[in-house]
């Protein structure tokens, strides 16, 4: 069988396969290039292409049409991201001899600043969230979320078992299946402690009904087993417009870039946050740094004795 032979679901399927065996890559990832790639071969179909013979220029073509469609500058590097990566894996199975997409030059990220929140925001958020339906349970997630800087996904899939003992410190499973130690604030180790009474009461009234107990912190009746990250993404969004924020400006990563930005600015160092965040390079967090100029150069000008005017003299 040819490469041309093969259909376009194939080479998706086999280069996601890889990346999972290869890279150990985590599977938001792999739905992402699945979500990209299959953009592409909607793009390609119709015109009776094929990733076997499509061109460099039927590349930049399809990139000139996402930017049409209004398409981020990161989404289009993104998926600029994907295909590349896809004719690599194809080049080293043998399937084509070059990668036409190799010498393409994304748009660039945007540089723009996280969006982050105040920390009286974040108060009544959590004010919020402890107030509505299923207080315990939506306090805890809160509390756990904004304590730890956790992503959403590693906060709603959190085994039940993590939070036994009363523990001083999470163990969680970041990308990649790589793990780390976050610590709790005392209004966390609360909020969990709680919600753990609740959520164990009820685990044992499913088990008596003929259910099965949960493995799951934050069990649910779905697929999963546990709270998704879309139901989560719609319950902060809930607490926002009840605690007087705007829902725009508030999403489960916003917590995280509060829970940043806030550590640095009581002094928490650089390599500390970026530990608790899981980011595999300082350089990434380094960009909260940024969001405090604005703090840090006011400070300098108030206290710096070289700021002085000439009649404080």
């Known amino acids: 069988m040819t490469a041309a032979d093969r259909p376009m679901a194939h080479w998706v399927q086999s280069f996601l396969e890889a990346q999972a065996a290869e890279l150990d890559a985590a599977t938001n990832t792999q739905l992402a290039y699945a979500r990209d790639l ?3 071969v909607g793009w390609l179909a119709p015109k009776a292409l094929h990733f076997a013979d499509a061109t460099q220029d039927h590349v930049e073509s399809y990139l000139v049409e996402c930017g049409a469609q209004g398409l981020a500058a990161s989404t289009r590097a993104r998926r600029l991201s994907a295909i590349k990566q896809i004719y690599r894996f194809a080049f080293e199975e043998g399937w084509r001899g070059d ?3 190799i010498r393409i030059k994304g748009p660039g ?45 590693e906060l709603v899939s959190l085994p039940v078992s993590a939070a036994r003992g009363d523990p ?3 163990l969680v499973r970041g990308k990649g299946g790589k793990e780390r130690m976050v610590p709790l604030s005392p209004s966390a180790k609360t909020a969990m402690a709680a919600w753990l009474i609740a959520r164990d009461a009820a685990d044992e009234a499913s088990v008596k009904n003929g259910g099965t107990a949960s493995r799951f912190l934050f069990p649910s009746r779905g697929k999963a087993g546990h709270l998704t990250r879309h139901r989560f993404f719609g319950l902060i969004k809930e607490f926002a417009v009840a605690a007087g924020v705007s829902p725009a400006s508030v999403t489960p990563h916003t917590l995280r870039h509060a829970f940043a930005t806030h550590l640095l600015a009581g002094g928490a160092d650089l390599r500390s946050i ?3 965040l899981g980011h595999a390079d300082v350089a990434t967090t380094e960009i909260y740094t940024h969001v405090l100029d ?10 710096h004795p070289l700021s002085r005017s000439k009649s404080d003299d």
């Open 274 to 276: 970026q530990t608790m």
């Open 109 to 153: 990220k945007s540089k723009a600043l996280p969006k982050t929140l105040t920390v009286a925001e974040v108060e009544r958020l959590l004010t919020a969230a402890a107030a509505s339906r299923d207080g315990p349970r939506n306090s805890c997630l809160m509390e756990l979320l904004y304590a730890t800087g956790m992503r959403v996904t």
């Open 38 to 40: 299959n953009d592409f």
């Open 99 to 101: 990668n036409p997409a």
């Open 294 to 303: 604005e703090r840090l150069t006011d400070l300098v000008l108030q206290h």
């Open 168 to 170: 001083a410190m999470l």
